[in-house]
């Protein structure tokens, strides 16, 4: 692999999660130049000084060849189990907003992007930390999204989010896969199922996931904490075979946030909002197959927009000043 | 603990599940002289030396003293898994038709009671094992419910089963206290909450199981997959302490299950039909009050009823014929 060229950096852009990490040495106009991976997730961390490690043993040497380059993370790293604990921002803010709360640097220069804080009268609060960041790295690469738009982002807990003007005005987590993870690994419904094919775990098309979401759109069935049960009884009475029923699992859930999610998408008063779908390219996928099934269509498709949205929010934030005439 | 009257005994009846078997010594007209409880439910044992092995420690005296005694056994024991699979019966059935198709006895002389299927046309199908004894016996007890009732047994895998005219009519799984369990183990949600207190684990009536059921039942909430997330950031955020967090994940799920089974019972025709619980009375104590809150009133609440459920099958089959006089 061919070393980046160091000398054109202006930013390392960390997007810090609970299970894994991914440093991103970005160009002054916003390039990644480089991007690498790590397991030390937030999650997996105790202690200053083991992020401190984590840091240092995936951009020891680039911060070593830049001292001065700024440090930008968003993610769990800014949680209370995290490097340091940054204070939720309060939602419906706008994305410009989040570049001025930035939290300081530490003592290693890191600054952190404040998660975001959703708790309106008579509702649960909902939050996020990470995906905020990603949503400005959307409209800073689309930005006829910025003025409406109904962000979703599929994963561990899913998050659906509308935008308006520029200002993300409600979000909504679903547990949809670590749902979809427990049941298999630790419920009964995992007994029946077959051991996943390495990489084609869950295929978006099959007519099991299709069968799952179809369940999930039938109005006279007794609920999820039923219909999961059907995971079980379905291969229990050879009527579907044991690698399908993890196909039909994962259709089932995904079914059930996207019917609760366009119904949410209406009461947030989104409606027309495009819906837009970022994160892993394959997940993506199948969720875009699931809206096709409401009738619904996803577009654009977005991969992960964490670094765009770092060096967005280092940009506004004016941290590149000093470095973009490097490039 | 004094023995019981072994010369009295009519029947060895046997309910045995997944995790556990309880065995009872049962007079001629029903009544239960002496209970045993053992963990070798059917998921822990592999292989018929297991089950004969695990029968023999439970009730090996008391089949020594009447070695002519009949062994009726319910439950997970007669399927795929257990001692010796026994072909479910469907649904609808009438309960006396149970008594016909018990599984002939093994080399042990034991008798299985057939689970039942229940498949309706364009349905997922539903399968249960050992509580159609049960509703067997509640009937027994209680001849009114059979004319009508709708029967609700909680548990990890909560059954309602709708009764007409001494018939099983219908019935649907909800997996209620499986999600309960995995969650809180093994899912993000576990991690604030504080260790239950032995024995008070969850509480029916606290305001925190009330907040998950009024949460349930609100239909502007973007559904279930959306709010369990909700039982995190409660705590998260300070809006809840750590144990009420678990109260409120079963108000949450009973609530769901309630909402889900009320609909259920009225597209099955029984809305009317009056509302049984049956099964571990303090759970039961707990569905009552989250019955209360939909203002639906639960009567009446019956402890197991398998004894009387397999005293009442045996009779029918004749089984009791050569020991009644006995008593």
């Known amino acids: ?134 949503i400005a790295g959307a409209l800073q690469a689309n930005p006829a999204l910025a003025e409406h738009a109904c962000i979703v982002m ?33 419920s009964v419904l995992g007994r029946l199922m077959a051991a996943p094919k390495e990489g084609s775990d869950v295929q978006a098309g099959s007519p099991a996931f299709r069968a799952g979401i179809d369940a999930a759109r039938n109005r006279n069935a007794p609920g999820l904490t039923h219909q999961l049960f059907t995971a079980r009884t379905l291969p229990l009475t050879g009527r579907m075979g044991g690698e399908e029923s993890c196909d039909y699992l994962s259709g089932l859930l995904i079914g059930h946030e996207i019917e609760a999610g366009l119904a949410w998408r209406d009461s947030a008063g989104l409606t027309d909002a495009p819906l837009v779908l970022i994160g892993e390219p394959e997940l993506c996928r199948r969720y875009r197959f699931a809206l096709d099934c409401f009738g619904k269509r996803a577009d654009p498709l977005l991969p992960n927009t964490a670094p765009a949205g770092l060096w967005s929010l280092a940009h506004k934030a004016g941290l590149l000043a000093g470095t973009e005439s490097a490039t």
């Open 1 to 134: 692999m061919r070393e980046p060229d160091l000398s054109s950096a202006a930013l390392i852009g960390i997007d810090w999660g609970s299970s894994s990490l991914r440093a991103f040495l970005i160009g002054g106009k916003g390039l990644v130049l480089a991007t690498r991976t790590s397991t030390s997730g937030a999650s997996t961390l105790k202690g200053e000084a083991a992020f401190e490690a984590a840091l240092q043993e995936v951009a020891g040497d680039w911060t070593a060849a830049r001292p001065a380059l700024p440090i930008l993370a968003c993610g769990m790293v800014g949680s209370q189990h995290g490097w340091r604990e940054v204070p939720y921002a309060d939602c419906p803010i706008h994305v410009s907003e989040l570049a001025l709360r930035l939290a300081p640097p530490n003592g290693h220069g890191i600054r952190i992007v404040p998660g975001l804080l959703y708790a309106p009268q008579d509702m649960a609060p909902d939050v996020m930390r990470g995906e905020e960041t990603q």
């Open 154 to 186: 599929p994963g561990t807990h899913s998050k659906w989010a509308g935008v308006q003007r520029g200002r993300i005005v409600a979000f909504a987590t679903h547990m949809t896969g670590e749902l979809y993870a427990v049941l298999r690994t630790h």
